[in-house]
């Protein structure tokens, strides 16, 4: 039996693609899609109640935005090429502190196993009394460049416990890596930007 | 309300559709649409339109859509719950009607014309505020392993070696 509604639909929905072209077309791929993404979810799902929450997420739409307004041609290149920059840092309170760093630390040692089978590689990695902390890259295979940097720390000071997951995912270059490293960092000059989070 | 169609119009404007869609699923009698559309007005008029919505978008300009845009749309369009729950019949004519509006749009609107939708000059440098704290939260803690390491070989490797130096 012939389905009359198909071939209008069909109709209808490649005139709103072409009429929706430029902005589906602009719309970048989903990050999620992307070799060096990781979700934050796991570390959220730490987050207690009473905890101080930051998350950040940063996709491509926010991320073209901000390469076109960047001055800094190195930056620009820099930005250009990322696809997704998130984290969450969750400052612990409650009275099941240390039940959920207990959590949070076998989630970064599993967490670091699991992508290390996927092919990420350990650049940082300590385990102390008060913190555990790891860092890792995916190979984009071209020599230096890397898909994605993933930052891992549970801090478990009594003063100051804290849980911080940061994912850069695009295709960055080692040297840039190496280059925050060494406190240059990267400069996004936009005006009136000190003047946010006061 | 749209006047009732007979079984002969609607196998017509069915087969006409079938044609138009080049669907090798489908058989398409040619004699029997012709046949019909000689003897009927209103089937001519549908076929008509019909072509003419056809035609518009093939002098449309070819574009390249990722296959994951071309998801999307097909999410907000096709795949889209509401347009399953519109009845059938209206939704045939007002799925028409709409094609016939959109393509005229299509031919009215300049290719290339911007679509002013983004974010805003504040999100953007909120954006750009949290983009430099991952940095300095990622260098502040690859720097501080590289301050570690130093440590670690000055209390393990160079302090001993300087005490074994002292006690000769």
């Known amino acids: ?198 | 309300m749209s006047a009732p169609v007979s079984i002969a119009c609607a196998r017509a404007r069915a087969g006409l559709q079938a044609r138009l869609d080049a669907d090798p699923a489908q058989r398409v009698d040619t004699a029997e649409i012709e046949a019909h559309l000689t003897a009927c007005p209103e089937c001519r008029a549908v076929a008509r339109e019909l072509q003419e919505v056809q035609d518009a978008l093939r002098a449309a300009p070819l574009l390249h859509f990722p296959d994951q845009a071309l998801e999307e749309v097909w999410d907000r369009t096709l795949r889209a719950p509401r347009v399953t729950r519109v009845r059938r019949s209206v939704a045939v004519w007002s799925g028409l009607a709409a094609a016939g509006i959109l393509g005229a749009l299509l031919l009215a609107v300049p290719h290339g014309t911007p679509v002013p939708q983004g974010p805003s000059e504040e999100e953007v440098r909120r954006a750009a505020a949290e983009v430099q704290f991952v940095f300095r939260l990622t260098d502040h803690e690859i720097r501080h392993q590289g301050t570690r390491a130093l440590r670690e070989v000055l209390d393990g490797e160079v302090a001993p070696a300087l005490r074994a130096g002292e006690r000769k």
């Open chain 1, 1 to 198: 039996m012939v389905n009359p509604m198909r071939p209008i639909l069909r109709t209808l929905a490649a005139t709103a693609l072409v009429l929706a072209g430029p902005t589906a077309y602009g719309a970048v791929t989903k990050p999620a899609s992307h070799p060096g993404y990781l979700s934050l979810q796991p570390f959220l799902d730490l987050a207690g109640p009473d905890d101080d929450v930051t998350e950040v997420n940063v996709g491509p739409e926010l991320l073209k935005s901000l390469t076109q307004a960047v001055e800094d041609p190195e930056a620009r290149k820099m930005m250009g090429d990322m696809v997704a920059i998130h984290a969450v840092v969750l400052g612990l309170t409650g009275d099941d502190v240390s039940t959920r760093l207990d959590r949070a630390r076998r989630l970064v040692a599993d967490t670091t196993k699991r992508l290390q089978d996927q092919g990420w590689e350990s650049i940082v990695r300590v385990k102390e009394k008060t913190s555990a902390v790891s860092v890792l890259t995916k190979s984009a295979g071209a020599e230096g460049k890397v898909h994605g940097l993933a930052v891992l720390v549970v801090e478990t000071d009594e003063d100051e416990p804290q849980i911080v997951f940061a994912n850069i995912a695009g295709t960055l270059d080692m040297a840039q890596i190496r280059k925050l490293s060494s406190g240059s960092g990267l400069k996004l000059d936009l005006p009136g930007l000190d003047q946010l989070g006061k």
